[in-house]
């Protein structure tokens, strides 16, 4: 019998994991179906330093029980951290089973913010990426204004999944919650739809 995935789950700029936040939600349902779940708090996330959020990225892929697939979501600028940590091929990113990217932000934004312009994202022509991998955004993300398919999925060979209004997928969109991205990490072949509206 195939054991249950363990999950990886990393936010983004500015975020303390906040109860409220779809992934804290995520992290609490699949902890309670039994799944192992790692939702670590990155450093200095008001002013984060890529090369430390590239070393504790690549220590939580090497704490991965090796028993299980490997599931990683990323949230925002932890989107954009997967890409380097693939670029530079970083210990354990071949070995993730599957990857969600969510609302990864653009580089001309990252740009216009001191505190992020870093992680900027690599060079993505040509980037393979070595897992299956999902790209979901917001049709209107403000910080994606180039839109995901153009920014993200032209270049890696993804089709971006659109959700109409979902922004920022993030509190002030509504994201507190989102049963879409729990069906996905229990079936991979899910669609991805808008939270709904309450």
């Known amino acids: 019998m195939p054991t249950s995935p363990s999950f990886l789950i990393l936010h983004g700029w500015q975020n303390h994991r906040p109860e409220a936040h779809w992934q804290h939600w995520l992290a609490d349902r699949l902890t309670a179906l039994g799944h192992p779940v790692t939702y ?3 450093p200095d996330p008001d002013d984060p330093s890529l090369e430390v959020w590239l070393s504790e990225l690549e220590r939580h892929l090497a704490a991965f029980d090796g028993g299980r697939e490997r599931v990683v979501l990323a949230h925002s600028l932890s989107a954009v951290l997967w890409l380097h940590a693939v670029a530079r091929e970083v210990p354990g990113v071949a070995e993730a089973g599957r990857v969600l990217l969510v609302s990864p ?3 001309t934004v990252l740009a216009r913010h001191p505190e992020v312009a870093e992680f900027g994202p690599p060079p993505l022509d040509g980037l393979r990426l ?36 979902a922004a920022h997928l ?15 990490c229990l079936h991979p072949d899910t669609r991805f739809a808008p939270r709904p509206q309450t």
Not at 147 to 156: H, N
Not at 170 to 184: H, I, R
């Open 130 to 165: 070595p897992t299956p991998t999902r790209l979901v955004a917001g049709d209107d993300d403000p910080y994606l204004p180039e839109g995901a398919q153009r920014a993200y999925g032209d270049p890696l060979g993804l089709t971006a999944e659109l959700l109409p209004g």
């Open 105 to 107: 932000p653009s580089g």
């Open 170 to 184: 993030d509190l002030d969109a509504g994201y507190g919650s989102w049963p879409a991205v729990l069906e996905w």
């Open 40 to 42: 670590p708090q990155l």
